[in-house]
Nanobody
């Protein structure tokens, strides 16, 4: 089972930026897609961005143009650069790994603890 550890969250004001990191265990990192999810209070977990093994990226409409997902296969790490943050981005952010199917991700890793992002004045 792939283990995932997220980091980089924090408290920022609206318009600010954060960079999240996701470290994955195992040797299969480079052949699968990686995704960033978030769960806001009282809401379901949603996929906000994912990146395929070839580097193609996909974003939820709510973050398009503000968030950028990337990966470093040599470090088994995925990143989420978040700019122009809004209060509605407040959530616990998680990452996971899996194949891309029909434009989305089928995660199979063990969910980590996530990293909290809070955006407010």
């Amino acid at each position: 089972q792939v283990q995932l550890v997220e980091s980089g969250g924090g408290l920022v004001q609206p318009g600010g930026s954060l960079r999240l990191s996701c470290a994955a265990s195992g040797s299969a990192f480079s052949i699968y897609s990686m995704g960033w999810y978030r769960r806001a209070p009282g809401k379901q977990r949603e996929l906000v961005a994912h990146i395929t093994s070839s580097g193609s990226t996909h974003y939820a409409d709510s973050v398009k143009g503000r968030f950028t997902i990337s990966r470093d296969n040599a470090k088994n790490t995925a990143y989420l650069q978040m700019n122009s943050l809004k209060p509605e981005d407040t959530a616990v952010y998680y990452c996971n790994i899996g194949p891309s199917v029909s434009g989305t991700l089928r995660p199979f890793g063990s969910w980590g603890q996530g990293t909290q992002v809070a955006v407010f004045s």
